[in-house]
């Protein structure tokens, strides 16, 4: 629930007054993109942990049914527990350390706290709302636009070729 402050565009010699909040109540919201189709998937969960990611890779897993998947992600820790259970369908694949700019979601994610600088919440299920009213309103091709990294998109073309050749 944080304020995400920033930047703003104003009349000439307007300063805008933000009220900033620091509270500790937060919830984390897991996701997947798929940058070609712009397709995404997402859950909200109570903590970052591996018990946590784990059912998230089961719901995922699940939704996918006979489809494999790539999944791309950062080296946390919970991503990593060895405690998981990969499901089948589900291949991972870890970015290097400190580099979420390779992470297609890390785009979404951003773009959704745009949409709130400046605002404040009065309570977790008031900043829930919005942002399942926000991801709601996402159109499958604005998810593209902002998730078609040219590297990615390219890998998965040549992907495509090969197999279609085979």
Request: glycine share 4%.
């Amino acid at each position: 629930m944080k304020t995400e402050t920033g930047r703003v565009i104003t009349a000439r010699g307007v300063k805008p007054i933000v009220s900033v909040q620091w509270p500790r109540e937060a919830f984390w919201l897991y996701g997947v993109v798929e940058p070609l189709t712009g397709w995404h998937f997402c859950h909200e969960y109570p903590h970052l942990d591996g018990e946590n990611f784990q059912k998230f890779l089961d719901a995922l897993s699940q939704e996918l049914g006979d489809d494999m998947a790539l999944m791309q992600m950062d080296q946390a820790s919970a991503h990593q527990a060895l405690a998981l259970s990969w499901p089948e369908n589900l291949i991972p694949v870890f970015q290097p350390a400190h580099s979420p700019q390779l992470n297609p979601i890390e785009r979404l994610w951003q773009f959704i706290k745009r949409q709130f600088k400046g605002e404040s919440f009065s309570n977790l299920q008031e900043l829930r709302q919005r942002i399942q009213h926000e991801l709601a309103q996402m159109s499958s091709l604005v998810i593209s636009s902002l998730t078609s990294y040219d590297f990615i998109l390219e890998a998965l073309f040549h992907e495509a070729l090969f197999y279609a050749s085979s």
